[in-house]
Structure formats: structure tokens, C-alpha cells
């Protein structure tokens, strides 16, 4: 780290009234660079990958509330079809949370006579991965931004 | 076979969401 860019920065984490840092703590260069760097390790993977992301949604939308809203229509998509197919086997199907507090990210449900490990079994076979519900929870979980598909 | 973990491509994961859906109605269907 520069240390002309570290003395520009406050030495101490802004915060707001009441009291929550602007910056998380964990992020806050000064108190990185006061630790050795050892304060917390940032998961490197997930935010490289954040950052492709970011920038994939600059480039489809340009930038602005439209990447937010651009988003959101294709979240919204994706979460329909799921729930839409769901929804029209409810003898097959029971979708975990009420319909009104249904989650888009995470679209967990159970299968009747408890053929979750005949429906995970199946899907695995075609290279869907993935889907397997919380080991607390069990049932199946769709993550609505990632899972695992052949190429 | 090999994977690739898809978080970016909105494209490739409405495709891979498409696939999931047909065979759960399949599965569905079939009981």
C-alpha cells in the first residue's frame, strides 16, 4: 500500500450518527495497514469475482439505476420460472417459506414421499449441481446466481 | 466432465435455470 495514499485517509474509520462505520472496519485501509494486513483476510476469490460481475453489469446496462433495474428483471425471470414450475405441481412440490416471503435467491422446497435424493440422484446425472438444501434444513435449494452446469 | 461455475453471464444462467426447470417438471410429471 502507498503510504502518500495511507496518510490522506483518516486514521480512525468515519462513522455515522448513530454510530455505524461508513467503511467497514475490515476495509478500512489504516487499520489493514496498522495490523500487518492480518486484521482480516478478504475472501480473494469472491471479490475478484464480485468485480467481474460489477463490470459485466456496467457493460450490459450502462451504468446508472439501469444496471440495478436490469438486474433485477432478469433475477425476477429466473425466479419465476422456478417458482411457475412449482407452483403447478403443489402435490410434488411444497415451496418452504409462504408466498409472500419467498425468497428469489434462494428457492428452497420439498418433494412429497421424500424423493429428495431420487430428484438430486437425477439431476446430477444430467450435470446439475448443486441443490442439495442446507444440512440443517434439508429439501432442495435452487441458488438463483449460481449453480453447477455441464459445458 | 467438467464444470464451470456460472455467476456472470445472465444469458448462460436463464439457460441453465431453463434446464433445471424442464427436468423438475419431468420429475414431476413422471411420479
Known amino acids: 500500500m502507498r503510504k502518500d ?20 472496519i475490515m476495509m478500512h485501509y489504516p487499520t489493514i495497514f496498522k495490523a500487518g494486513s492480518l486484521y482480516n483476510t478478504l475472501p480473494i476469490f469472491d471479490v475478484y469475482i ?3 460481475t460489477m ?25 419465476k420460472l422456478a417458482y411457475d414450475i412449482l ?10 417459506p409462504e408466498k409472500n416471503v419467498r425468497s428469489r435467491m434462494n428457492i428452497c422446497f420439498t418433494i412429497s414421499d421424500g424423493k429428495e435424493a431420487e430428484y438430486l440422484k437425477g439431476a446430477a446425472d444430467q450435470g446439475l449441481q448443486g441443490l442439495k438444501g442446507h444440512r440443517s434444513v434439508g429439501g432442495i435449494r435452487i441458488s438463483n446466481c449460481k449453480f453447477c452446469f455441464p459445458f | ?14 439457460e441453465a435455470m431453463e434446464k433445471l426447470m424442464a427436468y423438475t417438471e419431468a420429475f414431476a410429471k413422471k411420479l
Request: proline share 10%.
Open chain 1, 5 to 24: 495514499i495511507l496518510d490522506t485517509l483518516k486514521q480512525e474509520p468515519p462513522v455515522l450518527s448513530p454510530p455505524v462505520p461508513v467503511v467497514p
Open chain 1, 50 to 52: 464480485a468485480g467481474l
Open chain 1, 55 to 79: 463490470e459485466k453489469l456496467i457493460k450490459d446496462y450502462g451504468g446508472g439505476d439501469d444496471v440495478i433495474e436490469g438486474q433485477e428483471k432478469v433475477s425476477d425471470q429466473k425466479a
Open chain 1, 87 to 96: 407452483d403447478k405441481y403443489p402435490k410434488v412440490f411444497t415451496v418452504v
Open chain 2, 1 to 14: 466432465m467438467s464444470f464451470k461455475l456460472i455467476t456472470i453471464d445472465n444469458a448462460v444462467l436463464l
